[in-house]
């Protein structure tokens, strides 16, 4: 079976851009999680998403976003990015939502210039 | 104080050691505890899932201590291989999320 799948790898953008990340859960599974990752750190919670429906949110600006869909993929949105933006941001997927393990997708790089 | 705080290390030891890594957090009302480890530029993997006091996995024992809100990893018979950072992440009870450590890079020498 396939694991989680994230596009694109890697993105690079300008100040002010705006980014939108991809994500399918693996199959069966339908609650997402949006993790960022900055060099050094450990992942820091986002987003979760669990039969469509956000769960939990962490302590980021309302310039990031997300929505899950009906096949329960996810897209995370950042608007008005700024060089702190630049991380690596990371999916996850579980079967029973947020409080249980959750298995990561290979990230998407984003670098902000 | 931070919610979930790991050695800093980084750990150096040669190969065949015992090495073992502290966690401490700080919601007391956490359930559910993991280990994962993250290779150089890769996502997490899941490495273990603490539910009770503890638990092993071949090389690798877990231990829990709620009353001092205190988890370990350690790892046994080290290979080369193991070279890894890992990661401390505890559930945060009521808020629907992982909560993740910095990390502990750990390097393995022949």
């Known amino acids: 079976d396939a694991g989680v799948t994230q596009s694109p790898t890697h993105l690079i953008k300008t100040r002010g851009q705006h980014v939108t990340l991809r994500c399918s859960p693996i199959?069966?599974?339908?609650?997402v999680s949006w993790y960022q990752q900055v060099l050094g750190q450990g992942p820091q919670f986002i987003f979760q998403y669990y039969e469509k429906e956000e769960r939990g949110r962490g302590n980021f600006p309302d310039r990031f976003s997300a929505r899950q869909f009906p096949n329960y993929s996810s897209e995370l949105n950042v608007n008005a990015l700024l060089l702190g933006d630049s991380a690596l941001y990371l999916c996850?997927?579980?079967?029973?939502?947020?409080?249980?393990?959750?298995?990561f997708g290979p990230g998407t790089r984003l670098t902000v210039l | 104080r931070k919610e979930v705080e790991q050695d800093p290390g980084p750990f150096n030891v040669p190969e065949g050691a015992t090495v073992a890594f502290n966690c401490t957090y700080s919601?007391?009302?956490?359930?559910?505890f993991f280990w994962y480890r993250q290779d150089c530029r890769k996502e997490p993997k899941l490495l273990m899932s603490?539910?009770?006091s503890g638990n092993e996995d071949g090389r690798f024992t877990a231990q829990l201590n709620r009353a001092s809100q205190y988890i370990s990893l350690l790892i046994r018979d080290s290979k080369l291989s193991d070279s890894a950072t890992y990661l401390c992440v505890v559930n945060w009870q009521g808020a629907q999320k992982l909560v993740f450590g910095q990390g502990t890079r750990l390097t393995i020498n022949p």
């Open positions: 919601n007391s009302a956490s359930q559910s």
């Open positions: 199959s069966g599974h339908k609650s």
């Open positions: 996850a997927s579980n079967s029973r939502g947020g409080i249980y393990e959750q298995f």
């Open positions: 603490v539910y009770s």
